[in-house]
């Protein structure tokens, strides 16, 4: 059983920044940020592949461009999500996903993604 705890969520000021951070057991996978804002469908918000430790590669969604960055530290079987320039529409709940099958790249595919985290509220006040 896999488990996926993240933190770093809160409540900021737009404009401002949160890093958040997902911790798996076990060892490193594919992993993927999504969110879930109240009366909307889960959207991916970044991924990242797992490449053994050689060079990862990551997606983004087009709404956080230039402005959310993912990454990882290997050793600490851990992903983050570095968010700057918050707006209020960022406002949502943040799972982070482990997408256990992939031996390469990255899926924006929420069903292809085997456990998820348990979320972290994120709250961007205007």
């Known amino acids: 059983q896999v488990q996926l705890v993240e933190s770093g969520g809160g409540l900021v000021q737009a404009g401002g920044s949160l890093r958040l951070s997902c911790a798996a057991s076990?060892?490193?996978?594919?992993m993927g940020w999504f969110r879930q804002a109240p009366g909307k469908e889960r959207e991916l918000v970044a991924a990242?592949?797992?490449?053994?430790?050689?060079?990862?590669?990551?997606d983004y969604a087009d709404f956080v461009l230039g402005r959310f960055t993912i990454s990882r530290d290997n050793a600490k079987l851990t992903i983050y999500l570095q968010m700057n320039r918050l707006k209020p529409e960022d406002t949502a709940i943040y799972y982070c996903?482990?997408?256990?099958?992939?031996?390469?790249?990255?899926?924006?595919?929420?069903?292809?993604?085997?456990?998820w985290g348990k979320g972290t509220q994120v709250t961007v006040s205007s």
């Open positions: 990242i592949s797992w490449s053994g430790g050689s060079i990862d590669y990551a």
């Open positions: 996903a482990a997408d256990l099958t992939r031996a390469w790249g990255t899926s924006r595919d929420s069903s292809e993604y085997n456990y």
């Open positions: 076990h060892r490193n996978y594919a």
